[in-house]
């Protein structure tokens, strides 16, 4: 067996590992993305074989080594308003009846990758302020999430490379929300930087200490996991919405066998859940 290969053992007990830290639920033949993804972290550890780093990292002394395995399987590319209905809705529907809420609007939104979604949703606010400047007096409050330190940093940094910028991005909102940056790249601009705030969270633990929201994006998240890990994520986030709050799944994916406590709204193009 090459030092890239992973026997089977090796891949069941890490399988077990990655449900159990973030409910991630790998198939039975997914060796060859466990590989893609942490075939790179061999040099950086200094480790001689795949089946190695996934017994290394099964110690739970091995923080560090444990965090990059993480980060390296959670990581997941995405893009600048992904389906563009939500955010359409958002400007069109959503925003509007809370335009005149006399406290702070709270948007949340789950497992924020590299930054795109949070800062799309705020552009979104922004541009909606544009013809309705009276709107929400207290502010609008934009919280990103994600279980990948890495992930955070990028985004708290708000730099994008060309390539980045090109998924969904339009030339006009390039122009109008973002600025150079360092090393060639553009920077999100302060204005909408400033909307929104990152911190670290992992789906499988308690959000209570985020307070409540009015709008939660959890979108191509729930792939991932089990039947129960969703509903149980699915129930937590009905707990974290306020009365008649907001949830948008992937365009993939519904609460169907889920939970019954949101009612589903068709907005031709696209659905959104409210809070019942």
Not at 126 to 154: C, K, W
Not at 171 to 184: H, I, M, V
Not at 231 to 248: K, P, R, V
Request: aromatic share 10%; net charge positive.
């Amino acid at each position: 067996m090459s030092a890239r290969q992973l026997d089977d053992k090796s891949y069941h007990q890490f399988r077990v590992f990655l449900e159990q830290q973030c409910g991630i639920v790998l198939g039975e033949s997914k060796q060859y993305l466990v590989k893609s993804r942490l075939a790179p972290l061999m040099s950086t550890f200094d480790l001689s074989s795949l089946s190695e780093l996934v017994n290394r990292t099964l110690s739970p002394v091995e923080r560090q080594l444990r965090a990059a395995v993480i980060d390296a399987m959670t990581t997941n590319e995405t893009l600048w308003f992904r389906d563009d209905y939500p955010f359409k809705l958002l400007k069109r529907q959503l925003l509007p009846d809370l335009a005149d809420r006399k406290t702070p609007v709270k948007i949340w939104s789950a497992a924020s990758s590299s930054g795109q979604e949070p800062y799309s949703i705020a552009m979104s606010v922004l541009e909606y302020q544009q013809t309705n400047p009276l709107a929400f007096p207290r502010g609008v409050e934009v919280i990103g999430t994600d279980i990948s330190t890495t992930m955070l940093e990028h985004c708290k940094q708000g730099q994008y490379d060309s390539l980045a910028l090109a998924r969904g991005l339009s030339a006009e909102r390039k122009t109008k929300f973002f600025e150079p940056g360092d090393n060639g790249m553009l920077k999100v601009k302060e204005q909408v930087r400033k909307m929104v705030s990152f911190r670290p969270l992992n789906l499988l633990n308690s959000y209570s200490l985020m307070g409540r929201f009015d709008i939660v994006f959890c979108r191509n998240v729930l792939i991932y996991f089990s039947p129960e890990i969703k509903a149980q994520i699915i129930g937590q986030i009905h707990a974290s919405l306020n009365n008649a709050g907001y949830l948008f799944l992937g365009a993939s994916e519904s609460l169907s066998g889920l939970n019954d406590n949101f009612n589903m709204l068709r907005c031709k193009p696209g659905i959104v859940y409210q809070k019942k």
